[in-house]
C-alpha cells in the first residue's frame, strides 16, 4: 500500500520533493497545504499531479488518510507543524533549518520523544554521491580518525532566488549559517564527528547589502576526537557555487573527489574519483528522490532514516552555537542534552 504524503509548500524545494513523491512506486502525494490555491493547482497540473488542496495544515494532519508530511513551509513555523504531525502520528520529512531557535528545538524533541514517528531531516547532501563516496572511504578506514575538516558553502544568494525576499530578513533568515551554512556545519557532524566547542565570527560584504545579518561567518571547532575543523559560509561572494570538502585524516585525505589514502600503496599523488559532487546551488541537483527513498523504507520497515531527527539536532545545535559564539565574542561548548 502507497504511504499518502501531505506536502507543505509549492514553492522550488516543495517541487522537487512532489516529483520524488510521485516517481516513487510506493508513494502517492494525497494532498498538499498551501495558501496560494490558484499556484498550487496550476503547480500541480505542470507536474502531472492529481492531488487535494487545503489551506488548513491542522485540517490535513487530522486526516487518517495521511500517513507523512513534508514541511517546506517558512521556518518559523516549522516547530509548531513538527509538533502537531507527531501529535497525529504523522511520519514527518523536515527542511532545514528545522526551526530558528534552541527552545523550539528542544520543544520539538521532547514532541518526538512523547510520540515516535519516522523522521528525515532535509541535510539532503547527505545522499549526494560525493557525499555517499567519502562516507563509504571513512567507514572502510581509508582515512583513519578525521583530524581536521574543512568545509566551505560559498553560494551567492541575491535578488535572482525567489527565498531571498524572506531568507535575506533577520527572521526568516535568520544567520548565514542558518539560511545555509548548516549544511556544511553538517557535513563536519557527518565525517568528521560530534563537535564539543567552537568559536566564530562573521561579517558584512557590501555597504548596501539587503541581508539584515551577516552574511558571512567563519567557525573553529574543537572535534570530540580531539581534532580541529572549520566551517565558512558566504551568501554573499563573488564566486560561482562551491561546496569545497577538505579532509585530513591519520591514513588518507580528501579534496573534494581526489584522494590519496593508505589503501592504494603504490600511490604517489591523489586519484581523482569520478562521482557528481555538490557543486550546485539549483535545488534540482540536490538528491531529494534518495531522501524520499530512504524516508519510504524507513517507513516500511520501521528503521531510522540517514539523518533522522535526532541526529539532525545535534548539527542544529552546533548552528545555534555558531550564532551565539558571534554574538557572544567567545567560545560556546556543546551541551548535546537531547
Known amino acids: 500500500m502507497a504511504i499518502k504524503f501531505a506536502v507543505v509548500g509549492t514553492g522550488w524545494v516543495a517541487g522537487e520533493y512532489l516529483k520524488a513523491i510521485r516517481n516513487h512506486p510506493d508513494a502517492e502525494v494525497y494532498g498538499v497545504v498551501t495558501r496560494n490555491p490558484v499556484q498550487a493547482k496550476v503547480r500541480l497540473a505542470e507536474l502531472g499531479i492529481d492531488s487535494t488542496i487545503c489551506d488548513s495544515y491542522e485540517l490535513v494532519v487530522r486526516d487518517p488518510q495521511v500517513d507523512a508530511v513534508v514541511?517546506?513551509?517558512?521556518?518559523?513555523?516549522?516547530?509548531?507543524?513538527?509538533?502537531?504531525?507527531?501529535?497525529?502520528?504523522?511520519?514527518?520529512?523536515?527542511?532545514?533549518?528545522?526551526?530558528?531557535?534552541?527552545?523550539s528545538l528542544i520543544a520539538m524533541a521532547q514532541a518526538l520523544k512523547e510520540h515516535?514517528?519516522?523522521?528525515?531531516?532535509?541535510?539532503?547532501?547527505?545522499?549526494?554521491?560525493?557525499?555517499?563516496?567519502?562516507?563509504?572511504?571513512?567507514?572502510?578506514?581509508?582515512l583513519g580518525r578525521v583530524f581536521m575538516a574543512q568545509i566551505?558553502?560559498?553560494?551567492?544568494?541575491?535578488?535572482?532566488?525567489?527565498?531571498?525576499?524572506?531568507?535575506?530578513?533577520?527572521?526568516?533568515?535568520?544567520?548565514?549559517?542558518?539560511?545555509?551554512?548548516c549544511h556544511a556545519v553538517d557535513a563536519v557532524r557527518y565525517f568528521a564527528g560530534d563537535v564539543e566547542e567552537v568559536t566564530a565570527y562573521s561579517c558584512s560584504t557590501w555597504s548596501d547589502s539587503e541581508y539584515e545579518f551577516d552574511p558571512n561567518t567563519i567557525a573553529i571547532m574543537k572535534l570530540a576526537n580531539g581534532g580541529v575543523a572549520k566551517v565558512s559560509s558566504s551568501l554573499e561572494c563573488r564566486t560561482p557555487y562551491k561546496f569545497n570538502i577538505h579532509l585530513l585524516g591519520e591514513k588518507g585525505s580528501v579534496m573534494n573527489n581526489q584522494l590519496f589514502t593508505h589503501k592504494l600503496p603504490g600511490q604517489t599523488d591523489y586519484a581523482t574519483v569520478p562521482t557528481i559532487l555538490p557543486d550546485s546551488g539549483d535545488v534540482s541537483h540536490h538528491p531529494f528522490v534518495h531522501e524520499i527513498n530512504d524516508f519510504v523504507e524507513a517507513v516500511?520497515?520501521?528503521?531510522?532514516?540517514?539523518?533522522?531527527?535526532?541526529?539532525?539536532?545535534?548539527?542544529?545545535?552546533?548552528?545555534?552555537?555558531?550564532?551565539?559564539?558571534?554574538?557572544?565574542?567567545?567560545?560556546?561548548?556543546?551541551?548535546s542534552t537531547h
Open 152 to 181: 566551505d558553502y560559498w553560494h551567492h544568494i541575491g535578488p535572482q532566488y525567489g527565498q531571498y525576499r524572506w531568507s535575506s530578513k533577520k527572521a526568516l533568515g535568520g544567520s548565514s549559517i542558518l539560511s545555509a551554512g
Open 300 to 335: 516500511k520497515s520501521n528503521r531510522k532514516t540517514r539523518c533522522d531527527f535526532f541526529d539532525a539536532y545535534k548539527s542544529m545545535e552546533l548552528c545555534f552555537a555558531i550564532d551565539e559564539s558571534v554574538a557572544m565574542g567567545k567560545p560556546v561548548a556543546i551541551p
Open 116 to 142: 515516535p514517528v519516522t523522521t528525515v531531516a532535509s541535510f539532503v547532501l547527505r545522499w549526494n554521491p560525493a557525499f555517499e563516496t567519502i562516507k563509504s572511504l571513512i567507514d572502510d578506514d581509508a
Open 71 to 103: 514541511l517546506c513551509s517558512t521556518p518559523d513555523i516549522r516547530a509548531e507543524q513538527t509538533i502537531l504531525a507527531a501529535k497525529y502520528g504523522k511520519h514527518i520529512v523536515i527542511e532545514k533549518p528545522l526551526t530558528m531557535e534552541k527552545a
